[in-house]
């Protein structure tokens, strides 16, 4: 397989790009925060190697009070909004894996 194209924008979007489905995924967890740096990067390696657009979009969730509320205790959290689903911490790039080939399709 080729080189992947990772980026990290200013808005805090991991981007995959590759010609598959798209998905989009909220990475919740806030600054400073070590765990929620080590989620990001296995995030950002097991991006490379799936065949989908997939989108990352990182969300501080000091900034907004709806995510606080339940998820405070519980960053970092890997979410999909379209089905709801979550992969809470602890997770690695085998498990990340087997979330993202459960996400509806």
Sequence with gaps: MGRS???????????YNHNSQN???LLLGTQGC???DDAEEIVADALGKQRA???????????QVQWQEKYA??????????????LGWP???????????KLPQ
């Design 5 to 15: 194209n990772l980026t990290i924008s200013r808005s805090h979007s991991l981007v």
């Design 23 to 25: 998905i989009h995924l």
């Design 73 to 86: 205790v519980r960053i970092p959290v890997l979410y999909h909004p379209e089905s709801q689903m979550e």
């Design 91 to 101: 997770f690695n790039q085998d498990t990340l894996t087997k979330f993202l080939n």
């Design 53 to 63: 657009y997939i989108e990352v979009t990182k969300i501080d969730i000091a900034e």
């Design 34 to 36: 070590h765990l929620c």
